[in-house]
């Protein structure tokens, strides 16, 4: 979870940098930019959590075939955390950056070009919850056996 905070910590500062200093850079570019820096948060937050939620759901199928129901439920609900704490991570990563790309489209007047991108962010992090309530499945199919 720290790799994935860690990694768009770093990619935030460079992308930041390259906005603050490219005032000079085509719109269109910028608007690119940040969508696939989008695209690359919500594909590592889904890989992470893909990933636990695999494991766990390993982990909770042992425990119950082991006879340890509330051990395999405190796992479940473990696991759901650490996914929500994923998901704020992302989302906030997100924000920031869709933050950062408005204003410059907004300072250089591409205002139908920040729009599609307060909506393209909007709908990324939208996709949050069916990312959850897939995990939230796939926690409670493991628990039934």
Do not use: W
Not at 68 to 87: I, P
Not at 117 to 123: H, L, W
Not at 128 to 139: G, K, P, S, T, V
């Amino acid at each position: 979870m720290s790799q994935l905070k860690t990694i768009t910590s770093v990619c935030a500062v460079v992308l930041g940098t390259a906005l603050n200093a490219q005032a000079h850079v085509n719109p269109e570019d910028v608007a690119e930019r940040c969508v696939k820096h989008v695209d690359s948060v919500a594909e590592r937050a889904q890989t992470v959590i893909a990933d636990d939620t695999q494991e766990c759901a390993q982990k909770i199928r042992r425990l119950i075939r082991a006879g340890r129901v509330e051990a395999a439920h405190a796992v479940a609900r473990k696991c759901a955390k650490d996914a929500q704490r994923v998901v704020r991570l992302a989302a906030v990563e997100i924000t920031t950056t869709c933050d950062g790309c408005v204003r410059y489209l907004d300072s250089v007047g591409a205002f139908q070009l920040a729009r599609r991108v307060i909506n393209y962010c909007k709908d990324t992090v939208a996709g949050f919850d069916e990312l959850l309530a897939r995990q939230q499945q796939i926690l409670v199919d493991a628990l039934r056996g």
